[in-house]
């Protein structure tokens, strides 16, 4: 009796078992991430585009049309933000600055000694302290702004600069951030091999653990600096005199006005527009940071 043998002819190469087009059918599979980032990239700079847009227009293009042809006031927005109320926007300008980069400054400080200490020291209650500051990570800002509000009047600092100043210095993700980085960045031997060398606890700080920790530091600066900026809640709560709100603020008030003036619209926008460029600034400066320690990573391995 005959024996009949089938064969079976080979998979082609690089194809799987059961699927003919193995890797076009992966690389389709592939373009749905991509394609979502894009769906997410053109939801979030739409806005953007439109601020951008919407500055170049007199009021007179805002209103008849809206399409995302750029208009020709520009330089009259300009002027006339400038000319209002005697160039009052550039000192809401000025306030964000002083809030945003000394409070972001101070805080980044606060944050590089509570998270090296937390990292690098073994002392009581040290797990029950940091705990204590997830809670204030997951706190949301707003049930905090009245008891910070109720304090400080206690004090005698409201309607200060130093009521919006003070609230922001302590950021407990600034602080859990330091915390992760210095135990990452800063190794165990080092420490204590300048301390093996003579050195006091604070030179080993400024000069060993301190520059391993910059790259984060930064960027605890960086998140401070972007949340003071844009901080509204606290500051509309704080403050009542105009001369010394934030951009934010300000740029509210404008708007609360452009309802019986709708011309102030065109100068909200254009203000948002120039708000903006201080913060894109930044990051293009100080983005090096992080480059340079991926090349120094680099040439460390």
């Known amino acids: 009796m005959s024996t009949l043998t089938v064969r079976k002819a080979a998979p082609a190469a690089g194809t799987t078992p059961g699927t003919a087009q193995g890797p076009p059918l992966r690389r ?10 894009l769906l997410g990239a053109v939801y979030t700079l739409m806005p953007v585009a439109w601020v951008v847009i919407a500055s170049t227009k007199s009021g007179r ?6 399409t995302f042809l750029p208009g020709t006031g520009f330089a009259d927005n300009l002027k006339d ?14 306030n964000s600055a002083l809030y945003a980069g000394l409070g972001a400054l101070l805080s980044t400080a606060v944050s590089a ?13 040290r797990e029950t302290m940091f705990n204590v500051l997830l809670a204030g990570v997951l706190m949301p800002p707003v049930i905090l702004a009245i008891p910070q509000y109720l304090l400080l ?9 130093l009521s919006v100043l003070l609230p922001q210095i302590l950021s407990p993700y600034g602080v859990y951030l330091a915390r992760i980085y210095a135990s990452a960045a800063v190794p165990a031997d080092v420490v ?32 401070q600096f972007v949340a003071i900026w844009n901080n509204f809640l606290l500051p509309y709560i704080m403050l009542s005199d105009d ?3 934030p951009l934010t603020l300000g740029l509210y008030t404008l708007l609360e006005q452009g309802s019986n003036t709708p011309a102030l619209y065109t100068l909200v926008i254009t203000g948002a527009f120039l708000a903006v460029l201080p913060l894109i600034a930044l990051f293009l400066v100080i983005q090096r940071f992080w480059s340079l320690d991926l090349l120094s990573g680099a040439v460390k391995s």
Do not use: C, Q
């Not at 389709?28 to 980032?37: H, K, M, S, Y």
């Not at 933000?81 to 000025?94: E, F, K, N, P, S």
């Open 192 to 223: 204590e091999a300048g301390r093996m060398d003579g050195a006091g606890e604070w030179r080993i700080f400024t000069r060993i653990a301190l520059p391993m920790m910059i790259p984060g530091m930064v960027t605890v600066f960086l998140f």
């Open 243 to 245: 001369e010394k709100f």
């Open 81 to 94: 933000l400038d000319a209002y109320r005697d160039g009052v926007y550039w000192t809401w300008m000025g």
């Open 61 to 66: 293009e805002l209103f008849s049309t809206f």
């Open 113 to 125: 000694f509570s998270g090296y200490a937390l990292a690098t020291y073994r002392f009581r209650g």
């Open 153 to 161: 009047a206690k004090a005698g600092l409201t309607d200060s600069y």
């Open 28 to 37: 389709r599979i592939a373009l749905v991430p991509t394609a979502t980032l």
